[in-house]
């Protein structure tokens, strides 16, 4: 018996009404491809475009996922930040590998990347930390995140302590338990919605130094 919860199977008349899309553009570059992606989302998604899945696996080979903020492209890498003791710090530690999962709703489009794992230096942790507002730093170093909080009023304590330290203002140091980890693909695979769900899949895999494209069957 079908939830009543879930929307229904799309009829032919609501397919028709879409039509089909345009193919993936046959790019070398997966990275080109993605930044041209991230720039069409930035202008089409409501909230947080750079939002992504990032899935690791535990030290019992649980797989674990929750989203997060992609916050730079750069260097060969996806890169992203978080409280290095964290369940997904601690996960990435014993096992550094992952994938990360981009869904564009409005656009109709979805990236998926695998590849390993590596920290990134203090000096770009520091000045990506020294970036955010600092209320958000202040909660980061208040955070035992991913722990257990026996009362929401012990996590606002410890905020109104931090903040009475350091204030508003910029001198809000990183502390050594907050960091970032770039993703180095091994795989990029990029998705584009068609009617009837005939989809377009362009997958490229690294070899050495080059990429290799070819397309899936949907």
Not at 31 to 52: H, K, Q, T
Not at 78 to 86: A, D, V
């Amino acid at each position: 018996m079908t939830s009543k919860i879930i929307p229904p199977t799309p009829s032919t008349a609501d397919y028709a009404s879409h039509g089909d899309r345009p193919l993936i553009a046959d790019m070398d570059d997966p990275f080109a491809l993605f930044e041209a992606w991230m720039a069409e989302a930035r202008e089409s998604e409501p909230n947080d475009c750079n939002a992504m899945s990032l899935a690791t696996v535990d030290a019992k080979g649980m797989p674990d996922v929750r989203i997060l903020l992609l916050k730079d492209v750069a260097e060969g890498g996806f890169t992203f930040y978080t409280n290095l003791e964290s369940a997904k710090g601690e996960q990435l530690r014993d096992n550094p590998v992952a994938a990360l999962c981009f869904h564009w709703k409005t656009l109709r489009r979805q990236v998926r990347v695998r590849g390993t794992i590596t920290r990134v230096s203090n000096e770009e942790a520091d000045a990506y930390f020294a970036s955010r507002a600092a209320q958000s730093r202040i909660g980061a170093i208040a955070s035992d995140q991913s722990r257990p909080l026996p009362d929401r009023a012990i996590y606002e304590q410890r905020v109104a302590e931090v903040s009475e330290v350091y204030g508003d203002g910029p001198d809000i140091p990183r502390p050594d338990f907050w960091g970032g980890y770039r993703l180095t693909p091994v795989e990029i695979e990029f998705w584009q919605d068609q009617a009837f769900r005939m989809h377009d899949r362009l997958k490229f895999h690294r070899d050495g130094n080059a990429w290799r494209r070819g397309r899936l069957y949907p």
